[in-house]
Each structure stands twice: as C-alpha cells, then as structure tokens.
C-alpha cells in the first residue's frame, strides 16, 4: 500500500505541539525495557531519573500520574532470580514482592522532593463497571489535588493477561487512565524513539514527527508485509493512541531513556511521535461507553442505520437492524457493527438480545405491539452512543 503523506510528518517538530504542551494531566506510561538492565533486573537509576522527571513536570505546572511495568523485574532482583519465572503462579508471586519494592524505589525518590507515591493497582473488570470507574476517576482526581503522583500498575497478583504477553503491556491500560482525566496527554516511554516510516533496521529509516490520523497507510507501518499481522509493542501502542486521538486527546511515544525526555516535551521540543487529536474531546460518559468498557454482544445494522450513526447525530432505531449476536441485557455496552463486519459505534441498549431480535427490522410504532410495551423508541440513544 502507498503511504498517505497527509496523515504524518517526516521533517521534525510538527507545526503545533500545543496539542501535547498544554494538556494540564500527563499519564506518563513506562515499559519494562525502560526500566531494566541487560540482565532484566530494575535498573535503580533509571527508575530514580524518572522519578525526578515525573517532579520537575509537576514543577512546571502538569499534574502527573504515571502507569509503571516492572513489578516483575524489580521481583526478580529482590528474589536473586537470574531468568523470568515460565510458570503463572511464580509470575504472580514475584510480581507482588517486585509491586512493592517498585513503589518504595519511587517512594524514595520522591521524598527528596517532600512529594509522595500513592500506588494504585486495577484490573480491566473495574474499569468495565461504570460506578467503579468514576470511583476510580475521584479517588485519582483527589490525588491530584493534594500534589501526589499516582503509580498505577495492573494487579499481577489477580489479573494474568499482562504477565502472559510479552509486548504492549500497559498500554491500553494508560490510555484508559488518561481517558479518564479531564485535559490529559499520554507519554509512552518505550524502548524506540518513536513510530518509524519503515521498518527501524532499513538504514533510510525516519522517525515520524508527528502523525495527524491513525489511518490504514499507519497501522500498515507495524505489520508484517509477508504475514499481515502486527508486529510487536507498537501494534498495541498504535491502538491505544488511536482510542485516545479519537477521544480529542493527544498522544506521544519516545525513547524512554532519552535525557529528560519528559521535561523536553513539556518545552515542546520535537522529539518521538506525536498523535494529534481528531475531534474535540468526549465528554467522561462517552469515552467511558466507547473506550474503557468491553462490548457484551454485537448489534450488525443495514447501509443506511451505519451511515447515519457515523454522521454522530442519530440513535439507533430497530428498523435499521440486521443481526443480533450474544446475550446482552438492558443496560449493556454493545458493538454496532456494519454490514461488512466492521465495528462503527458502541452504546448502552435500551433493549436485551432477545427484545432486540424480536423487534429488528421493524418500525418504531409496532414495538409495543410486539413487546406488549414500548418504554423506548431507540435501541440504543444518540445521548449514549460513542462513534468509533
């Protein structure tokens, strides 16, 4: 496929990096490869560098949270351990001494500056629940306030998709924090500097400067041009700026260990990849229905009902209904998917799987007539629909 010049920037600083700059919150994500030495053991000075990056942020004005990998290396070091544990159990086990050996590493440094670390450890479930996630929304918000940096972390101890994977970890979990903080950025620290034009070991190849919209001439950037599959942590990186691109917020991957890489972009120094915003930025519940949550089922609808939803103005009535897929109740997040399969919304059903099913196709003036009542005239409101 040929690259879309118009959807990224070869040559340096971007013409506005205020989409960054001026964010109030920064969630600053930090990979593992960040973080540790050549034998995978915490790297104490890294960690310390970071530390005091995070402060000199807050001195220039930003409230700062900061989702940290390393649970597992920081374990491995304090445990003697010369390989990563293979078996679950022993991950999780070293991952819940290596959490609490990390926060007290960040701890440290933090106190030189009379600040303090308060840890923060969630699973994807609590953000799935909308009562916890505005709770846990308030209690970060508070934080903020009193001039704490939150450490967040997935819980190793209970969740075991991260310890299963090898790349992307965090990353969709610090594009769900940000989503849910008013006025915020995401920094990813990574082990590259940045999203390359081509494959990083071509010679020729450039970090892009900025990319305006993650389109199909991007995403084919990180895949594999003999298999077609994505390649690596910058596949997920990639997804996680998009969801937050689409929210209206920006975001930005750079080489982790860069000298005060962090402050340097707050001065809007041309440095990574930055994600520019593709709208004005969803209001909490939106970004909450479209981002933070994962769909209990699957709604397909016909050319006209994808068309008007995508236009960001209309509900979802049942005459433009095709197909019903799971066993979702009333309330639920479902996918709107259109005739070609391809996810185009989400938002809370009025209606379960079954209503749904019964109704499809038909106009909004026989609901009642088949239901026996009609306590709503759209599948799913406009009010609670989030465009993909």
């Known amino acids: 496929m040929s690259l879309n010049s118009g959807s990224f920037d070869r040559n340096g600083p971007s013409e506005d990096r205020r989409a960054l700059t001026e964010a109030t919150t920064w969630v600053v994500k930090v990979g593992s490869r960040s973080l540790t030495d050549d034998r995978g053991r915490l790297d104490l000075d890294q960690v310390g560098n970071l530390a005091n990056q995070l402060v000199a942020l807050q001195e220039l004005g930003k409230r700062v949270v900061l989702v940290s990998s390393g649970a597992v290396a920081s374990g491995m070091g304090k445990l003697g351990l010369k390989a990563r544990p293979s078996d679950l159990a022993t991950l999780q086990a070293v991952a819940a001494i290596g959490q609490a050996h990390l926060i007290q590493v960040y701890e440290k440094t933090f106190a030189t500056h009379s600040k303090h670390a308060a840890q923060i450890l969630l699973t994807a479930a609590e953000l799935d629940d909308r009562v916890a996630y505005l709770n846990v929304r308030n209690t970060l918000t508070r934080l903020l306030e009193l001039g704490a940096i939150p450490i967040i972390n997935e819980n190793d101890s209970v969740a075991v998709d991260e310890l299963k994977t090898t790349f992307g970890?965090?990353?969709?979990?610090?594009?769900?924090?940000?989503?849910?903080?008013?006025?915020s950025a995401l920094v990813i620290l990574s082990d590259v500097h940045g999203l390359y034009d081509r494959d990083p070991q071509d010679p020729q190849a450039m970090v892009l400067s900025s990319v305006a919209k993650i389109d199909e001439s991007v995403e084919e950037l990180v895949r594999d041009r003999k298999t077609g599959i994505s390649k690596g942590g910058m596949a997920s990186k990639l997804t996680t700026a998009k969801f937050l691109t689409h929210s209206g917020q920006a975001a930005a991957i750079a080489w982790g260990r860069e000298p005060d890489i962090l402050v340097r972009l707050a001065r809007g120094q041309g440095?990574?990849?930055?994600?520019?915003?593709?709208?004005?930025?969803?209001?909490?519940r939106k970004r909450w229905i479209g981002f933070s949550t994962q769909p209990s089922g699957s709604i397909r609808v016909d050319p006209g009902a994808s068309a008007a939803i995508r236009g960001g103005s209309c509900s979802l009535l049942a005459i433009g209904v095709l197909e019903v897929t799971g066993d979702f109740g009333k309330g639920d997040?479902?996918?709107?998917?259109?005739?070609?399969?391809?996810?185009?919304?989400?938002?809370?059903s009025?209606?379960?799987?079954?209503?749904?099913?019964?109704?499809?196709?038909?106009?909004s003036d026989r609901i009642a007539q088949i239901l026996g009542q009609c306590p709503y005239e759209e599948i799913i409101h406009r009010?609670?629909?989030?465009?993909?």
């Open 383 to 388: 009010d609670n629909l989030t465009v993909m």
């Open 333 to 348: 997040i479902v996918a709107l998917v259109d005739a070609m399969g391809n996810e185009i919304a989400r938002g809370l």
């Open 350 to 363: 009025n209606y379960n799987a079954q209503q749904v099913k019964m109704i499809r196709g038909c106009h």
């Open 169 to 183: 970890d965090n990353d969709r979990l610090a594009g769900m924090v940000a989503g849910l903080l008013y006025d």
């Open 271 to 284: 440095l990574g990849t930055l994600f520019l915003p593709q709208s004005k930025s969803l209001v909490s």
